[in-house]
């Protein structure tokens, strides 16, 4: 008897221990041309991101090189009459590497073109457009998560690179997107500096910027906020490593981006306070985090840590959509008390899921065979979501959300007197905790 009892245990571990190794193989993989130019995609050189600024007339840029460099603009391709902006350079502990932050503001609607250093060396100008801030859209994706496909390895981060560069080129040359929202998962492994520049190779993702959530793959490092610049963060909420919540709006549009990894509801209600406070005018109020409140898979543990905390402050903040993926699979709810939750596919082809037992909650579900985006537009009374397969260009899936006009307000708040400096203390030692690590590792 105990010897079947061990024999079962150890299939069980073996088992447990496959499912975490054991990756399916992306169903694209990367053309030959892509493959000979893998040393172009995992190089530091020249990878920058845009994201969002405080609002519609603000864009940031940060990038990773080994010294303290420049950055300058113009409205010019030839960079005549070139702005040299304001760099922030911020030594990280990784020794070898320093982040350098531009914030540019108060810019007019219209093309721009940017250049900067990489270890003094000058890059080639780009441009970057600001969108007429009454007629624009915004695409979402989810978990490109490179190297997912296959355990790391260098041909699965360039299968999924390729798929997630196929998916960028669509939103550019097909919609008129401002900006990219990125529910989390950008890459596998949180740590892995190759699938972060590969991440950041697509050439046309250098002139659109995006708004990334962080994933759970990406908790756990100082990365996530050293790639990305984000506006308006909320400072001492993050229990995790790899970065706060933070927000901005778009013309009327109020986008909150939550690190969801962190499972404090009063941190995230610090952060919706602030929001709405901020931009009280706003006509429609959209969260994005990574895992949903409202899964197609609710009895996984991070999905029903949301489900019991979350709901309650959206409701109470007048939210009128939230943004997710984690799952893999394309699923969204009916208007649950006011509130709309939608779950994206997979931006590169990395992993495709199925669920067998579909919750009441979830109105319609697509078990996606190809990397997908959707395409977020507005107008004075509605949201309107389309989902389009990146390859085939196949309209999956319509679908409204009419706003909460009703629930537009600033609920009262006060942050507890002893919860914030309590942890304050705790972030202050995962802080020391993770440049330990960073040193060590």
Not at 55 to 62: E, G, I, L, T, Y
Not at 154 to 167: F, I, K, N, P, S
Not at 190 to 202: I, R, T
Not at 310 to 339: C, M, Q, W
């Amino acid at each position: 008897m105990k010897k079947s009892a061990k024999i079962i245990s150890l299939t069980l571990i073996l088992a447990l221990i496959f499912s975490f190794s054991a990756f399916a193989k992306n169903p694209v993989s990367a053309p030959e041309e892509f493959v000979n130019n893998s040393e172009s995609v995992f190089s530091d050189t020249g990878k920058i991101s845009l994201t969002p600024g405080t609002d519609s007339s603000s864009v940031n840029f940060s990038w990773m090189s080994h010294s303290f460099d420049s950055f300058r603009y113009s409205s010019s391709a030839d960079m005549s009459n070139a702005v040299t902006a304001d760099v922030v350079s911020v030594r990280t502990p990784l020794v070898a590497y320093v982040v350098n932050r531009v914030s540019l503001n108060n810019l007019e609607a219209g093309t721009y073109y940017y250049e900067y250093t990489f270890d003094g060396k000058t890059q080639k100008a780009r441009p970057f457009t600001i969108k007429d801030d009454k007629n624009f859209e915004v695409a979402f994706v989810s978990d490109a998560q490179i190297g997912r496909s296959g355990d790391n390895s260098e041909e699965a981060m360039l299968d999924d690179a390729y798929g997630w560069e196929r998916t960028v080129n669509s939103i550019t040359s097909k919609t008129n997107s401002a900006f990219i929202l990125s529910a989390g998962d950008q890459v596998n492994v949180a740590v892995n500096k190759k699938q972060y520049n590969a991440f950041l190779n697509p050439e046309n993702l250098k002139s659109i910027p995006i708004a990334a959530a962080v994933g759970n793959h990406e908790m756990y490092s100082q990365f996530f906020p050293y790639h990305f610049y984000n506006p308006n963060i909320t400072d001492g909420d993050a229990l995790t490593f790899g970065g706060n919540d933070y927000y901005f709006s778009y013309s009327d549009v109020l986008f909150i981006v939550l690190n969801t990894n962190n499972f404090l509801k009063e941190d995230h209600e610090h952060t919706l306070n602030r929001a709405v406070s901020a931009y009280p005018n706003a006509t429609a109020r959209i969260v994005m985090m990574h895992q949903s409140a409202y899964s197609i898979q609710p009895d996984a543990f991070d999905n029903k840590a949301n489900y019991i905390s979350l709901p309650s402050l959206f409701e109470k903040y007048g939210i009128d959509l939230v943004l997710s993926g984690h799952d893999h699979i394309h699923a969204r709810t009916a208007p649950i008390n006011g509130v709309t939750y939608f779950e994206s596919g997979n931006a590169s082809g990395c992993n495709y899921c199925h669920e067998d037992e579909i919750p009441d909650h979830i109105e319609n579900y697509l078990f996606m065979e190809e990397p997908t985006y959707s395409v977020l537009s507005f107008d004075d009374e509605k949201i309107t979501v389309t989902t389009y397969g990146t390859d085939t260009d196949t309209v999956y899936d319509t679908f409204t959300v009419i706003k909460n006009t009703e629930n537009k307000t600033v609920p009262e708040y006060e942050q507890s007197v002893l919860y914030a400096p309590f942890f304050a203390f705790v972030k202050r030692l995962l802080a020391f905790i993770n440049t330990f690590f960073h040193i060590f590792k």
